[in-house]
C-alpha cells in the first residue's frame, strides 16, 4: 500500500507561480506511473498531468499544458508539479495519484491504484 502526501498548496495571485510536491512511503514509487489531478467545487475531479515511472514520457491536460511542469525523483520518492502564470480557474484541491500496471487512459481518475488527500491552491485575482 503506498501513501502519498501532498505539500506545497497555497494562496497565489495570478500570474504567480506554486510547486506542488507529492512525497510516497516506499521505495515501490519507482514502478508506479504518477499523476496529478485537481478538484474545484462543485466539480468533478479532472486530469492535470501525469508521468511514466522513469520520467520518460510526460502528458497534459490542454487547459494546463505550456504553463505545468510534472517531474519526479525516484530517488527522493517524490514527484513534483510546477505551476506558472497560475489563474483564477486553476482554484481546486490537487491530488496526486499512483497507478501500477493498470490499463486505460492515463487520464482517467479510475485507473490510478493510491490517492493522496490533497493540498489546496487558490489563485486570487
Known amino acids: 500500500q503506498v501513501q502519498l502526501v501532498e505539500s506545497g498548496g497555497g494562496l497565489v495571485q495570478a500570474g504567480g507561480s506554486l510547486r506542488l510536491s507529492c512525497a510516497a512511503s516506499?521505495?515501490?514509487?519507482?514502478?508506479?506511473?504518477m499523476g496529478w489531478f485537481r478538484q474545484a467545487p462543485g466539480k468533478e475531479r479532472e486530469f492535470v498531468a501525469a508521468i511514466s515511472w522513469s520520467g520518460g514520457s510526460t502528458t497534459y491536460a490542454d487547459s494546463v499544458k505550456g504553463r505545468v511542469t510534472i517531474s519526479r525523483v525516484n530517488a527522493e520518492n517524490t514527484v513534483y508539479l510546477q505551476m506558472n502564470s497560475l489563474k483564477l480557474e486553476d482554484t481546486a484541491v490537487y491530488y496526486c495519484a499512483a497507478r501500477y500496471l493498470a490499463s486505460g487512459t492515463i487520464q482517467s481518475r479510475y485507473t490510478y491504484n493510491y490517492w493522496g488527500q490533497g493540498t489546496q491552491v487558490t489563485v486570487s485575482s
Open positions: 516506499e521505495p515501490s514509487f519507482s514502478w508506479y506511473t
